[in-house]
């Protein structure tokens, strides 16, 4: 079994440095035509292969070999509860602090130390210490960091329930944490993809300002007439093909809408009217997973071109489709996609836990910062939350 260590040590410094990217993103304001300039700015995903030394690419992964089949979490000659699930977390879990736990595990830190050389900024340091509203900025990056250094926890604590892992699922930005443990994207490309997606996304959050808005359901609540209402009272504002949509199926009475400002302005002022017992703004530059992010997926499309993938190892859930990625190429259409289509996060709970009456659970870990997937798994199964862990970080 490989692991960060020695991948850490078959990268030499002048790999590392190749990897870095060419130019800052963050200032990626609309112009004649922003999809090229994300691109133009951003490093080619084709540098980090140029090397004709096989022992300074990045070819293997941290994690397991490949086995000769795909394991499954419904494999009937394994016992469910000797199986492992991992949950990985998305955008808006992270916090200042996320990853001292951390600091012990050599694994971990190599794997922060590695991250920030391909970046090119300090990603423990803004875990550890922020400030906030730089953490912010990068959150996708120091997430999708911190989920899988919380994997090297598990590791180092519990390397047989790693090895019993039969099904992996990411809520949107930690399905890439995902693929990557499941063989299916190299680390580095992960990284460098990370970066571009944060960049490509705030991109198109400034060509068209929206927002997230959670909303706490009623029994009785009527969501598809309030998202209509919504739309229209925006459109009555001057706002062109107006949006308000699901983009977080949660849980039966909880679920993220994403639009136009004007549309969510109006659910927060007269929600109650359609029964949202509750609406609370989500911290977050843009609405993503609607219409609104499709110059995000236009640049994530054309980056991914020239990534090498393969057929994830075990199982890994597609949360915009709510199933298993099925080969390479599913899985190039998916990461492109999710960035403008709704994450079916309790769809997807549904179908990864479905179980015959009677029959035993998986031990789920569920990584990274925050405590919300958690949360919302018992919300979905009460079940699967009884055989589950958060690993804190």
Not at 22 to 29: E, N, T, V
Not at 49 to 66: D, K, M
Request: charged share 25%; hydrophobic share 45%; aromatic share 6%.
């Amino acid at each position: 079994m490989l692991c960060i260590s020695r991948l850490y040590e078959r990268c030499s410094p002048r790999v590392l440095a190749r990897t870095r990217l060419k130019g800052s993103l963050a200032d990626g304001a609309p112009g004649s035509s922003p999809l090229r300039r994300l691109l133009d700015e951003s490093s080619t995903f084709g540098e980090a292969a140029e090397s004709a030394e096989p022992e300074l690419r990045w070819a293997t992964q941290p994690y397991a070999s490949r086995p000769q089949r795909r394991a499954s979490s419904t494999d009937t000659h394994v016992e469910p509860r000797d199986t492992t699930v991992l949950l990985f977390p998305g955008q808006g879990s992270q916090q200042v602090g996320m990853g001292r736990r951390l600091r012990d595990i050599p694994a971990a830190k190599q794997l922060y130390d590695l991250a920030s050389n391909v970046v090119g900024w300090d990603v423990a340091r803004v875990c550890t210490e922020g400030p906030e509203e730089e953490l912010l900025q990068r959150c996708q990056t120091a997430v999708f960091v911190t989920s899988l250094a919380a994997l090297e926890r598990v590791r180092d604590e519990r390397p047989a329930a790693v090895e019993r892992v039969r099904a992996v699922a990411g809520f949107s930005l930690g399905e890439i944490a995902a693929l990557v443990f499941a063989d299916a994207l190299p680390l580095e490309r992960a990284l460098r993809l990370v970066e571009l997606r944060a960049a490509a996304m705030r991109a198109a959050a400034a060509a068209r300002p929206g927002g997230m808005l959670t909303v706490w359901l009623a029994p009785d609540a009527r969501l598809p007439l309030a998202m209509q209402r919504a739309r229209d009272h925006a459109a009555e504002r001057g706002v062109d093909a107006p949006v308000c949509q699901v983009a977080n199926y949660l849980f039966p009475a909880c679920k993220v809408l994403a639009g136009d400002d004007e549309a969510l302005r109006f659910l927060e002022a007269r929600g109650g009217e359609f029964g949202l017992r509750r609406c609370a703004r989500v911290r977050v530059e843009g609405a993503f997973h609607t219409p609104l992010m499709a110059q995000a997926e236009a640049a994530l499309r054309e980056a991914l071109r020239s990534v090498e993938l393969r057929a994830p190892r075990v199982r890994v859930w597609c949360c915009a489709e709510a199933r298993a990625y099925a080969d390479a190429a599913h899985v190039r259409r998916g990461l492109a996609r999710h960035v403008t289509r709704a994450v079916r996060w309790e769809q997807t709970l549904q179908a990864l836990y479905a179980r015959p009456r009677g029959a035993h659970f998986p031990l789920t870990l569920t990584l990274g910062p925050g405590g919300a997937l958690r949360s919302t798994l018992r919300q979905v199964n009460a079940r699967a939350w009884d055989a589950s862990l958060q690993i804190d970080v």
